[in-house]
Every structure is written in structure tokens, then in C-alpha cells.
């Protein structure tokens, strides 16, 4: 049985003081559940501020949104996976849409990030997922099979074993619209095939998430689809009482 995962992306939300305030409050609201894993990823600054506040809920982990395949060097505004490490992070998200798509990076840089997460030991969350235009060309499948290939080009079958994948359908993130739970659950099978003809049994040990426009009214009903582990969820993250109750769902 796959532990539901509850990941919540801050993206370039909550400052150290509004992280130190949002998990007053949701810890408040949030008692030990051992039978799902609770992420966090703020931003980089905000980040110690978040491990502080858990130093007595090993319960709950705490990521980075991004980090540079490089350990260290003149990459200015840049973070590396060691440094993340260092700070208290246990896990990176990916190839975010935002980074793909925003700030341009390819399926050749994510594929080095995710190398960099497995050499310094943090757990990557590799995301994927297709634009509109690719959905209505019927290219979902392709697309995302693709950008999974090339983000665990450099992985052999142990390594897929120790990480997440994260289905998130750009037209989907941050726009209200999300991906039905019986659309979702097609793309996750997609995945799970490509996962397990890999690894047969490992590949069926592997999270995958969902993400896009997930809120209190549709995340139960979400979690129930086939093959989706557990929720990547930006805007309905960063209300601490609400995002406790989809949690707590
Ligand atoms: P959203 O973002 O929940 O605001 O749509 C999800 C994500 O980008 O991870």
C-alpha cells in the first residue's frame, strides 16, 4: 500500500514571519497521522523557519522548489542540492510547469537536476505534465511520457524506486480548472506502465501525485481516483487552516 503524500507549493508565497505564523496555526490544527506524509516546500528564506518550527514533528518533511545540478560554483541566485541538504531539506521538487515554461528550462536540464538530487540525498518530485494545446492534440500521453523518460534518463530501477512523480497538467495550475479524477487517473496509469516496465515491482511502489487547481471541494474525491497517491497543491496551500483540512480529508 503507497502512503498518500500531501505536498503543498508555496511557490514565491510566505516569507520567514508568514511561515513561522502559517505553522503555528497548522500545527495547531494537524496531529501525528502516521498513515499519510506531509511535505512542505517554501521558499528558500523561509525554509529554516519551517524546519525550526517541525524540530518536534519528524512527522512532517520539508523541501526545496528547485536547486541547481551543480553542488556549487558562480551561479548567482542559484541553490545547490547539498546546500537544500544542509539546511533541513529532505526532498526538491523538479521540473515544475513554472520552470519548464517560465523560466525555460528543458527536459535535459531536469533530468541533471534530478542526478543532482540523488548525489546529495535529497528526494526529487519529479513533475510533468502537458499544455492545453498538447491535451486537445491528444498528445497528453506522449508529452508526458516523454518528459518522464528524459527526467529518469540518468536513474537505474533502484533510484526510480526512492523518488515521487508529480502529474500536473499545465492548463490545470493555478487557472480553477482542475483535471477530473477519472482524466487524472488515465494519465497516473500511463505512468505507472512506464514506472513498472522499469521495475516491475518497484515501479509500483512509486508516489504519484496530482496537481493542478486542487482545493477543499475536490481533493477527496481526487484521492480516491486510481493510482493518484496523493495531492501537489499550490493556492489552497497557503491557508494554513484550509490546507489542514485537506490534509486531514
Ligand atoms: P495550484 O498549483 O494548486 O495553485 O494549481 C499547483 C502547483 O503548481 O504545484
Known amino acids: 500500500m503507497r502512503r498518500p503524500v500531501?505536498?503543498?507549493?508555496?511557490?514565491?508565497?510566505?516569507?520567514?514571519?508568514?511561515?513561522r505564523e502559517f505553522m503555528r496555526t497548522f500545527l495547531a490544527h494537524y496531529a501525528r497521522h502516521s498513515d499519510r506524509?506531509?511535505?512542505f516546500f517554501p521558499s528558500s528564506v523561509a525554509l529554516p523557519a519551517v524546519v525550526e518550527s517541525l524540530r518536534e514533528r519528524s512527522d512532517i518533511r520539508v523541501g526545496v522548489q528547485n536547486i541547481h545540478w551543480e553542488d556549487k560554483g558562480a551561479f548567482t541566485g542559484?541553490?545547490?542540492?547539498?546546500?537544500?541538504?544542509?539546511?533541513?531539506?529532505?526532498?526538491?521538487?523538479?521540473?515544475h510547469s513554472e520552470r519548464r515554461h517560465v523560466f525555460r528550462e528543458t527536459d535535459e536540464d531536469t533530468a541533471r537536476k534530478v542526478a543532482a538530487c540523488f548525489r546529495t540525498g535529497l528526494v526529487p518530485i519529479l513533475c510533468v505534465g502537458e499544455k492545453l494545446e498538447q491535451?486537445?492534440?491528444?498528445?497528453?500521453e506522449s508529452v508526458v511520457t516523454r518528459q518522464l523518460r528524459e527526467g529518469l534518463s540518468t536513474l537505474d530501477a533502484a533510484q526510480v524506486a526512492h523518488m515521487i512523480i508529480a502529474y500536473e497538467p499545465v492548463w490545470a495550475i493555478g487557472t480553477g480548472k482542475n483535471a477530473t479524477p477519472a482524466d487524472a487517473s488515465a494519465v497516473h496509469a500511463a505512468?505507472?506502465?512506464?514506472?513498472?516496465?522499469?521495475?516491475?515491482?518497484?515501479?509500483?511502489?512509486?508516489?504519484?501525485?496530482?496537481?493542478?487547481?486542487?482545493?477543499?471541494?475536490?481533493?477527496a474525491a481526487l484521492l480516491e481516483a486510481p493510482d493518484v497517491d496523493g495531492l501537489l497543491v499550490g493556492?489552497?496551500?497557503?491557508?494554513?487552516?484550509?490546507?489542514?483540512?485537506?490534509?486531514?480529508a
Not at 78 to 95: F, K, P, Q, T
Not at 135 to 140: C, D, Q, S
Not at 235 to 248: M, R, T, Y
Open 6 to 19: 500531501f505536498a503543498a507549493n508555496w511557490k514565491m508565497n510566505h516569507g520567514p514571519t508568514d511561515a
Open 37 to 39: 506524509l506531509v511535505l
Open 191 to 219: 505512468i505507472r506502465h512506464e514506472l513498472r516496465e522499469r521495475s516491475p515491482e518497484k515501479g509500483a511502489a512509486v508516489p504519484i501525485l496530482y496537481g493542478g487547481s486542487v482545493n477543499r471541494g475536490n481533493a
Open 235 to 248: 493556492g489552497a496551500s497557503l491557508d494554513a487552516e484550509g490546507w489542514s483540512s485537506i490534509v486531514c
Open 135 to 140: 491535451r486537445e492534440a491528444g498528445a497528453t
Open 78 to 95: 542559484e541553490i545547490s542540492g547539498s546546500m537544500a541538504r544542509d539546511a533541513g531539506a529532505h526532498y526538491a521538487l523538479v521540473g
